[in-house]
């Protein structure tokens, strides 16, 4: 069980906007760890969806979508300096909300750099333009000093992954006798340099079953499936390491901003790679574009554009098989979305959410270290969970109270706070904590039934991994 206590008292107000799996499972982790009442928190969302969850605790509760004519005087008359604004929610500007909380002195965090309803998949626009990079230059470009902190990307994925990679890296330094003590920036990069990490996958096997199962027409998720969709039809993005001596045939550079990252161009939902995980073991997953695949590249780089080290980063997601088959249907139809979608949490009946990095290259081969946490124990930690969302909304819930403690930060990425902090509340509501070696590679059993164009020089180099 997780010890219950107070991390601080909080005077001010909350503003959750959006309530969906991801809010209503942030909500009581809010009112259990800080020293809140209910009638300092109000929701504002989209739609009916968690109402009953919101009065069960005594949370006032609003159903207006908010829209690019409507956020401002929605939110502005609920927020003041010092208040903090909770972002859950899908197709609201991230980048108005945050500009919005500057302007009034306002905390901010949120789980994904979010567009305007639409933002994904507007084909007028280029998908350069759709891009998570492009997202995040936007995002980024409104630092500025002595502004309130507001935390971007800050869930499970997008988020605790950057602190994972961190702990992952200390690990393995110990393990091979390297002393490491990473201050900054420069420090973990030289860490990851020096460790010689070449790839590092965001590695994740759902095998959570919902009863009933997923029908024909019908798109099946356990979290968010218009979030899902959306960043599945964005284009498939990694961060490019400077190892690579295959550039893809279908792969783009960006002419501005970090330019750490490259993209593809073909939906993430239709971009498969080979990845590992301690209990699935090799599977291919799903290279759907994320933040983190930007953030912790461009974090890890040395040298002008990755000249002297930069490691490949990138999302690799079998999620549940109603979700694989839901993927496969959604792609028959063009990307366009079934009549029928499903949130499953409480219809969940087993399953495992097994989250965690992988990090592969160094001298015992790969590293897996991450989350093994089962339905069961999910809602035995937290009501209001499955095992997917209490990994994204423990983090949420660490992030907001890093902020409080923190509030003076500005514009600021999960690789830029202090990882150990976050973790050591995180740690409880995870599960299994595991870390596990293993020497497979993305040429294992290879070439067996046809012949292949793989570099067998060199294991780690994106063309191995890469599937279709």
Same mark, same amino acid.
């Given at each position: 069980?997780?010890?219950?206590?107070? %991390?601080? +008292?909080?005077?001010?107000? $909350?503003?959750?906007?959006?309530?969906?799996? $991801?809010?209503?499972?942030?909500?009581?982790?809010?009112?259990?760890?800080?020293?809140?009442?209910?009638? *300092?928190?109000?929701?504002?969302?989209?739609?009916?969806?968690?109402?009953?969850?919101?009065?069960?605790?005594?949370?006032?509760? =609003? +159903?207006?979508?908010?829209?690019?004519?409507?956020?401002?005087?929605?939110?502005?008359?609920?927020?003041?300096?010092?208040?903090?604004l909770v972002n859950c929610s899908?197709?609201?500007?991230? #980048?108005?909300?945050?500009?919005?909380?500057?302007?009034?002195?306002?905390?901010?965090?949120?789980?994904?750099? /979010?567009?305007?309803?639409?933002?994904?998949?507007?084909?007028s626009v280029t998908p350069e333009?759709?891009?998570?990079?492009?997202?995040? %230059?936007?995002?980024?470009?409104?630092?500025?000093?002595?502004?309130?902190?507001?935390?971007?990307?800050?869930?499970?994925?997008?988020?605790?992954?950057?602190?994972?990679?961190?702990?992952?890296?200390?690990?393995? +330094?110990?393990?091979?006798?390297?002393?490491?003590?990473p201050q900054d920036r420069d420090?973990?990069?030289?860490?990851?340099?020096?460790?010689?990490?070449?790839? $590092?996958? $965001?590695?994740?096997?759902?095998? *959570?079953?919902? /009863?009933?199962?997923?029908?024909?027409? !019908?798109?099946?998720?356990?979290?968010?499936? !218009?979030?899902?969709?959306? /960043?599945?039809?964005?284009? +498939? /993005?990694?961060?490019?390491?400077?190892?690579?001596?295959?550039?893809?045939?279908?792969?783009?550079?960006? !002419?501005?901003?970090?330019?750490?990252?490259?993209?593809?161009?073909?939906?993430?939902?239709?971009?498969?790679?080979?990845?590992?995980?301690?209990?699935?073991?090799?599977?291919?997953?799903?290279?759907?574009?994320?933040?983190?695949?930007?953030?912790?590249?461009?974090?890890?780089?040395?040298?002008?554009?990755?000249?002297?080290?930069?490691?490949?980063?990138?999302?690799?997601? =079998?999620?549940?098989?109603?979700?694989? *088959?839901?993927?496969?249907?959604?792609?028959?139809?063009?990307?366009?979305?079934?009549?029928?979608?499903?949130?499953?949490?409480? !219809?969940?009946?087993?399953?495992?959410?097994?989250?965690?990095?992988?990090?592969?290259?160094?001298?015992?081969?790969?590293?897996?270290?991450?989350?093994?946490?089962?339905?069961? *124990?999910?809602?035995?930690?937290?009501?209001?969970?499955?095992?997917?969302?209490?990994?994204?909304?423990?983090? #949420?819930?660490?992030?907001?109270?890093?902020?409080?403690?923190?509030?003076?930060?500005?514009?600021?990425?999960? %690789?830029?706070?202090?990882?150990?902090?976050?973790?050591?509340?995180?740690?409880?509501?995870?599960?299994?904590?595991?870390?596990?070696?293993?020497?497979?590679?993305?040429?294992?059993?290879?070439?067996?039934?046809?012949? %292949?164009?793989?570099?067998?020089?060199?294991?780690?180099?994106?063309?191995?991994?890469?599937?279709?």
């Amino acid at each position: 069980m997780v010890a219950i206590r107070k %991390e601080l +008292a909080f005077a001010g107000r $909350i503003v959750m906007v959006g309530f969906g799996s $991801i809010g209503q499972g942030t909500l009581p982790l809010l009112l259990r760890h800080i020293d809140i009442r209910p009638d *300092q928190i109000v929701i504002v969302t989209g739609d009916e969806n968690g109402r009953a969850v919101a009065a069960e605790y005594g949370v006032e509760f =609003h +159903a207006t979508p908010l829209t690019p004519a409507n956020y401002r005087s929605l939110l502005e008359s609920r927020l003041a300096r010092g208040d903090f604004l909770v972002n859950c929610s899908n197709d609201v500007s991230s #980048v108005a909300l945050v500009a919005l909380c500057q302007s009034l002195g306002a905390l901010y965090i949120d789980t994904c750099i /979010e567009p305007w309803v639409g933002g994904y998949t507007d084909a007028s626009v280029t998908p350069e333009a759709r891009s998570n990079y492009a997202l995040r %230059e936007r995002a980024l470009a409104l630092k500025r000093p002595g502004m309130p902190t507001a935390i971007l990307t800050h869930g499970a994925n997008p988020g605790m992954v950057s602190h994972l990679v961190k702990e992952a890296l200390l690990n393995i +330094a110990r393990d091979t006798g390297l002393d490491a003590r990473p201050q900054d920036r420069d420090g973990w990069a030289r860490l990851a340099r020096n460790l010689n990490i070449r790839t $590092i996958h $965001i590695a994740e096997r759902d095998t *959570q079953v919902a /009863e009933p199962r997923k029908v024909p027409g !019908e798109f099946v998720n356990t979290w968010s499936v !218009e979030g899902f969709v959306g /960043e599945g039809c964005q284009p +498939a /993005e990694l961060g490019w390491g400077s190892h690579e001596k295959h550039f893809p045939a279908d792969g783009r550079r960006h !002419e501005s901003g970090c330019r750490a990252a490259i993209w593809l161009n073909r939906p993430g939902a239709a971009t498969q790679v080979r990845t590992w995980t301690p209990l699935a073991g090799p599977i291919h997953g799903f290279l759907i574009t994320h933040s983190e695949s930007i953030s912790l590249a461009d974090y890890l780089t040395l040298g002008d554009n990755g000249g002297a080290y930069r490691p490949t980063v990138h999302y690799a997601y =079998h999620p549940s098989d109603d979700t694989v *088959q839901s993927v496969h249907e959604l792609a028959g139809r063009n990307w366009k979305l079934q009549g029928q979608h499903r949130l499953v949490k409480d !219809e969940i009946v087993s399953g495992v959410d097994e989250l965690g990095v992988l990090l592969m290259g160094h001298a015992k081969g790969a590293y897996w270290y991450g989350s093994r946490l089962s339905i069961q *124990q999910a809602r035995t930690l937290c009501p209001h969970n499955s095992a997917t969302s209490l990994q994204v909304t423990a983090p #949420v819930v660490a992030g907001v109270i890093w902020a409080l403690k923190h509030p003076d930060r500005g514009v600021i990425e999960p %690789e830029e706070m202090d990882h150990a902090q976050v973790l050591d509340f995180i740690r409880p509501y995870l599960g299994e904590v595991v870390g596990a070696y293993s020497d497979w590679t993305p040429l294992a059993d290879r070439s067996k039934l046809f012949e %292949e164009d793989i570099d067998r020089d060199d294991p780690w180099q994106f063309k191995n991994f890469r599937v279709a």
